[in-house]
């Protein structure tokens, strides 16, 4: 199975800090966020590897290098070369391609990987284990997407979790309150990660050469379309990392489980 990290976003939410650094860049515990997703995979035994980028790659490609000393191979997705259709020009991109747009410009490299990939955002941080994700993963199922459920934040749970396993719909209207997050039945609603195995076949859905999201041109008409969505919610910690405040959050997180052994391994501590 290969592995896809989306590293393209603008991350305008941290600026000034995403003036300086791309977001992926940014670091929690002194390991930027696409190192620890680069070594998150690798430790699940992912040894191929694709990222899209777009706002100051240079950073990112000057970090991660070849791989090679992560274990994997790196295979590099430039948006800023991407035409999204229309009068386009290679290297003259304004925008970044989208979630969607950006694993559908990288379809023919996942297909030659097989029937699945494992995709993490490159500007999050969490302590899952991916290959437990990737094992659970079933044949029939269009994709496993990975929850989360924090009350802190009630206006981001927009999937709607079934008991026995899989999800019925997203929500066109999220809930605004905890007590309205907390009245939902049955089941309960999550906050999509960003962690997700997902069937090639979505591919087929996402429209080729433009600005698409993986959410409403993928996953939604699948479901529509009758395929199968579970979810997981796996043991661990997430945060999303999108304000100054949650990757101050993630830090306290990420030094506080240092003294776990896998931990200090994707530190390079152990």
């Given at each position: 199975m290969r592995g896809f990290i989306l590293a393209a976003g603008l991350g305008t939410r941290l600026r000034p800090l995403t003036q300086l650094v791309p977001k992926p860049m940014v670091a929690v515990a002194d390991m930027p966020l696409v190192e620890r997703a680069v070594r998150q995979l690798a430790?699940?035994?992912?040894?191929e590897i694709g990222i899209n980028v777009f706002h100051q790659p240079e950073p990112i490609l000057a970090h991660l290098?070849?791989?090679?000393?992560?274990?994997v191979t790196l295979r590099i997705f430039d948006e800023r070369l991407s035409p999204a259709g229309g009068d386009a020009t290679p290297g003259l991109q304004r925008e970044p391609l989208g979630t969607g747009g950006g694993l559908k410009a990288a379809e023919a490299w996942l297909r030659e990987g097989g029937d699945r990939f494992v995709l993490v955002n490159g500007d999050a941080w969490h302590s899952y284990d991916l290959a437990a994700i990737c094992a659970a993963h079933r044949d029939d199922a269009v994709a496993t997407m990975v929850v989360h459920v924090d009350r802190r934040r009630p206006e981001l749970h927009t999937?709607?979790?079934h008991p026995q396993g899989h999800m019925p719909r997203f929500l066109a209207r999220v809930p605004m309150s905890v007590d309205e997050l907390e009245a939902h039945s049955p089941g309960f609603l999550g906050i999509y990660t960003g962690v997700a195995v997902?069937?090639?076949?979505l591919l087929d859905r996402l429209p080729p050469g433009r600005v698409s999201g993986l959410v409403l041109h993928g996953l939604q008409p699948a479901l529509q379309a009758g395929e199968r969505i579970d979810w997981m919610r796996p043991d661990g910690l997430w945060v999303d990392c999108g304000t100054v405040e949650e990757l101050q959050r993630a830090d306290i997180f990420a030094r506080s489980l240092r003294c776990l052994p896998l931990e200090r391994a994707l530190a390079g501590l152990a």
């Open positions: 430790a699940a035994g992912v040894r290098g070849d791989g090679g000393r992560f274990g999937l709607e979790c997902f069937a090639t076949r």
